[in-house]
């Protein structure tokens, strides 16, 4: 999700996108948790609440975000969007030709990664917020949750050389969260039925 966010952080790689997205399918919970489930109202508003200003994404840009560019999209399940990420909320490194985080903290209210939907008149609109913390830098504590919904647990397999589980970054934990786009997968899955991403004249989602 973070070559052009880091292309002035040392030996930068390009990630694999097809790679990416049938990594992020391997890795989705089976039965994604919703809202009701977890009783968040509450949190979520107060969350909705801090990232508002971001709907408008010249707002998210002047807080120091960055556009991935690419809108990722799986046929069949659905997509993300495209990625805008905050580099210094995520303390971004290289570490091993892999992206690494340095950044521990997870403030609700400061996402480390915003998610936007292409529109056809070329605007693009909020649809998610993500978070994002690197496994090493958050150490032995038992893993990251928002208000009590467990992150997911990303790290790429060995025995599997044609997919990467880890896209592109050290084993690392993050979280989807659907805040602005009804997710029929539930509002903490990784893919969104809801979300498209555009078409190109060969009719391939733009990846």
């Given at each position: 999700?973070?070559?052009?966010?880091?292309?002035?952080?040392?030996?930068?790689?390009a990630?694999?996108?097809?790679?990416?997205?049938l990594?992020?399918?391997?890795?989705?919970?089976?039965?994604?948790?919703?809202?009701?489930?977890?009783?968040?109202?509450?949190?979520?508003?107060?969350?909705r609440?801090?990232?508002?200003?971001?709907q408008?994404?010249?707002?998210?840009?002047a807080?120091?975000?960055?556009?991935?560019?690419?809108?990722?999209?799986?046929?069949?399940?659905?997509?993300?969007?495209?990625?805008?990420?905050?580099?210094?909320?995520?303390?971004?490194?290289?570490?091993?030709g892999?992206?690494?985080g340095?950044?521990?903290?997870?403030?609700?209210t400061?996402?480390?990664?915003?998610?936007?939907?292409?529109?056809?008149?070329?605007?693009?609109?909020?649809?998610?917020?993500?978070?994002?913390?690197?496994?090493?830098?958050?150490g032995?504590?038992?893993?990251?949750?928002?208000?009590?919904?467990?992150?997911?647990?990303?790290?790429?397999?060995p025995?599997?050389?044609?997919?990467?589980?880890?896209?592109?970054?050290?084993?690392?934990?993050?979280?989807?969260?659907?805040?602005?786009?009804e997710?029929?997968?539930?509002?903490?899955?990784?893919?969104?039925?809801?979300?498209?991403?555009?078409?190109t004249?060969?009719?391939?989602?733009?990846?």
């Amino acid at each position: 999700m973070l070559r052009h966010a880091l292309r002035g952080v040392p030996a930068a790689v390009a990630l694999p996108v097809a790679a990416i997205a049938l990594a992020a399918v391997a890795a989705a919970p089976a039965t994604p948790q919703d809202v009701a489930e977890f009783g968040l109202g509450p949190q979520l508003a107060a969350v909705r609440k801090a990232t508002a200003r971001y709907q408008d994404v010249r707002v998210a840009i002047a807080y120091g975000y960055v556009s991935e560019q690419h809108c990722i999209a799986m046929p069949g399940t659905g997509a993300m969007g495209v990625h805008f990420v905050h580099p210094e909320r995520m303390g971004l490194v290289m570490k091993d030709g892999r992206i690494d985080g340095t950044d521990t903290e997870i403030d609700p209210t400061q996402p480390e990664l915003l998610i936007y939907e292409p529109q056809k008149d070329g605007g693009l609109t909020l649809v998610a917020v993500e978070y994002y913390t690197s496994q090493e830098a958050w150490g032995p504590a038992p893993p990251p949750t928002f208000y009590g919904v467990p992150f997911n647990d990303m790290k790429d397999d060995p025995s599997t050389p044609d997919v990467d589980e880890g896209h592109g970054f050290t084993p690392h934990y993050d979280l989807h969260v659907w805040l602005y786009r009804e997710n029929p997968r539930g509002m903490f899955a990784q893919w969104n039925p809801a979300v498209s991403c555009p078409v190109t004249p060969e009719g391939h989602a733009t990846h």
